[in-house]
């Protein structure tokens, strides 16, 4: 190389080649080895850039055997050439095909363009051993009926039996090796798993919303896949030591009943680890082939991160805090118990707060949409029917200055109930009851909310809605939200 200076691959540099002849080359074109080729070369000692000649076609296929015809002159690379292959067959080409794609002669070199006869459709056929059962043919495309060597039937179009190699799928999965046999067996927990990973979904939708709904690495909020810090063959492990069951190959061989304990305890176990790590799908393979899929603990995603100069003290942070979240699955006999509370009028926050679960958690039971294996029929909405003398009574309290959700304990209703007798609209679902009319608004004389309304307000809070709120008080949302957050009533202590 004769250039003292290199400024990038772009930038053309003053070569000299093997025979001295100098020529101008970037460092791209030379080592560009695209469709198979080497890259590019002195252009005066290879012939490329010379202009062929009648004498040089004629020298270079009869190499191969070949003989341009008497009538066909060489007029251009791309234009037409009539050849005669060494078999005496008329082949028509250019001279770019014939040279730089290496075509021949499509009678010689096994591309047909005649159609094939039935007889050689058998011969063919049965040249692999199998034996033809149909008695026509129309095309290669046409399917065929057959007979393996092993009396199997098999359909199949002739194009892909003669050039794609197929051959009878039966056989095939015969003599494929599975199981025990295969270098990949782990002794059939792959079976369990994929059964056990219908039933994490919820585990995955907390993970995902956990983390913002995004990867973590670059942001992407589609494509992604949850990516266990602890493997997930490790927990169907702990599930089966838990629960005192054996492996087994198929999980046909498991109970209902154990399929529904693996389950719930699969679930159970995810929430005592910390959640899942939403990544973007081309993230999560380029981990597992790092790492493997076998035994993945938290320390290979931090080592992971810093690979990728992600900010690893917050997903640490984050991690940490995980173990602690109280959400737990329910057991069957939990979810039955909350069923059977709800179906008796009690609310589901009043139900998951007791069992140290989302209110979710008991609406997705209730309505049908999780625990499915317990054939639990849909709870529909139902409070215990009020009395007349019960809503007097609940009205009474209420201008005393009775705490709306006390009340609705004692009654056993929903504090949407007090909240309609409070408004006086709850003849509007009971017709006995339709000529209530509304309750004072709970204010003082001087226009100001009292002590007792400030406390209730803020045990509300933390359960219903700041619209329902502000309504029953005649006040609005903005001030419902004040007194929750502690920048009005600073005074008025719990």
């Known amino acids: 190389m004769k250039s003292i200076r290199y400024q990038n691959a772009k930038t053309k540099l003053l070569t000299i080649c093997p025979n001295g002849h100098d020529y101008p080359v970037s460092f791209n074109a030379f080592q560009d080895k695209s469709n198979g080729k080497r890259g590019s070369r002195c252009s005066e000692c290879c012939d490329i850039n010379k202009p062929h000649t009648q004498e040089y076609v004629e020298e270079y296929i009869s190499q191969f055997g070949y003989k341009l015809h008497s009538e066909s002159n060489y007029r251009g690379t791309k234009a037409g050439l009539l050849l005669i292959c060494p078999d005496g067959h008329h082949y028509p080409t250019t001279f770019d095909n014939f040279k730089n794609r290496g075509r021949r002669c499509t009678d010689c070199g096994g591309r047909r363009n005649t159609r094939y006869s039935l007889n050689e459709v058998r011969t063919n ?214 069923w059977e509370r709800r179906k008796s009028g009690e609310s589901c926050r009043r139900i998951a707060q007791d069992l140290g679960v989302s209110g979710s958690t008991i609406e997705n039971l209730v309505n049908g949409k999780s625990y499915k294996h317990l054939a639990l029929s849909k709870v529909k909405p139902r409070n215990t029917k009020l009395d007349e003398k019960q809503v007097l009574t609940i009205r009474k309290e209420l201008i005393d200055g009775a705490f709306g959700t006390i009340l609705a304990k004692k009654f056993k209703v929903s504090t949407s109930i007090i909240s309609a007798i409070r408004r006086g609209s709850l003849g509007h679902s009971k017709s006995r009851f339709k000529d209530l009319s509304p309750l004072p608004a709970g204010k003082t004389k001087l226009g100001r909310l009292s002590e007792r309304d400030i406390l209730e307000i803020r045990s509300r809070g933390r359960i219903e809605g700041l619209k329902m709120i502000a309504k029953d008080f005649g006040i609005s949302r903005q001030l419902v939200s004040d007194i929750m957050k502690g920048r009005r009533y600073k005074h008025v202590s719990n």
């Open 125 to 338: 056929i049965e040249n692999e051993g199998y034996k033809l059962i149909s008695e026509s043919y129309q095309g290669v495309h046409e399917t065929l009926h057959l007979k393996c060597p092993e009396y199997h039937d098999y359909f199949v179009q002739f194009d892909k039996f003669n050039n794609s190699g197929d051959r009878c799928g039966k056989c095939w999965e015969e003599k494929r090796i599975h199981g025990e046999n295969h270098p990949n067996w782990k002794g059939g927990i792959s079976t369990l798993s994929t059964y056990l990973r219908r039933y994490i979904n919820n585990w995955k939708r907390d993970s995902l919303a956990y983390y913002g709904e995004k990867c973590i690495i670059t942001g992407a909020d589609s494509n992604i896949i949850i990516h266990h810090l602890y493997s997930f063959q490790s927990i169907v492990l702990e599930v089966l030591i838990e629960l005192k069951y054996q492996l087994y190959e198929s999980i046909s061989e498991y109970s209902n009943d154990q399929l529904k304990a693996m389950s719930v305890k699969c679930l159970e176990i995810h929430y005592r680890y910390p959640l899942g790590v939403p990544l973007e799908k081309h993230v999560h393979e380029e981990f597992h082939s790092i790492y493997t899929k076998d035994n993945n603990t938290p320390e290979q995603f931090f080592d992971f991160l810093q690979r990728n100069n992600t900010n690893m003290e917050s997903v640490q942070n984050k991690s940490k805090k995980l173990p602690r979240r109280k959400r737990n699955a329910l057991t069957d006999s939990q979810a039955i118990s909350a």
